[in-house]
T-cell receptor
């Protein structure tokens, strides 16, 4: 099976712009989660989607949003970008969510200038 | 406060030695404790995971030890190899609630 695929790999945006990141989960996986990784804060949970519904949400401002499509593919959007949003954004999928093993993609590296 | 504290921040071990990384948690509702390995430029990869009804789990050279009363768990890498050099993260989760709460990571270097 192909792993979790994230596009694009790298992205450079200007402060105030918005950005959309894409994630294709492992075939058959219905849960998709997003995490932000920074040197200072480490890995932090953004949100989880299961069968097109947001099931859990981390402690991030409303500028961070996401959605999941009927084929389980997911997108994450960040509006009004700030310098502090520069990070590696990781998508992970699992078959059921809950405590099922989480499989990560290689991430999208977002740089905000 | 959901938090997982990981130590040490960095670790250097000789080839063939035992690498030990420790984590402590506060939330007693956590019921799933995975360890992830991350290489530069890659996403974290699941190594091994344990649930609180088990005190130890071994998979190859990797062993998790779990102490429920002390709210601590640790990763032991036996016969450490240069290819094990990576950043290791412990994590914890509470069933279907929230996502994984990660430790800050341990940068492990295995010297040949």
């Amino acid at each position: 099976k192909a792993g979790v695929t994230q596009t694009p790999r790298y992205l450079i945006k200007t402060r105030g712009q918005q950005v959309t990141l894409s994630c294709s989960p492992i075939s058959g996986h219905r849960s998709v989660s997003w995490y932000q990784q920074t040197p200072g804060q480490g890995l932090q949970f953004l949100f989880e989607y299961f069968s097109e519904t947001q099931r859990n949400k981390g402690n991030f401002p409303g500028r961070f949003s996401g959605r999941q499509f009927s084929n389980s593919r997911s997108e994450m959007n960040v509006s009004t970008l700030e310098l502090g949003d520069s990070a590696l954004y990781l998508c992970a999928s699992s078959d059921q969510g809950d405590n099922s093993p989480l499989h990560f993609g290689n991430g999208t590296r977002l740089t905000v200038t | 406060q959901q938090q997982v504290k990981q130590s040490p921040q960095s670790l250097i071990v000789q080839k063939g030695g035992i690498s030990i990384i420790n984590c402590a948690y506060e939330n007693t509702a956590f019921d799933y404790f995975p360890w992830y390995q991350q290489f530069p430029g890659k996403g974290p990869a699941l190594l091994i995971a344990i649930r609180p009804d088990v005190s130890e789990k071994k998979e190859g050279r990797f062993t998790i030890s779990f102490n429920k009363s002390a709210k601590q768990f640790s990763l032991h890498i036996m016969d450490s190899q240069p290819g094990d050099s990576a950043t290791y993260f412990c994590a914890a989760k509470n069933g279907g609630a929230d996502g994984l709460t990660f430790g800050k990571g341990t940068h492990l270097i295995i010297q040949p």
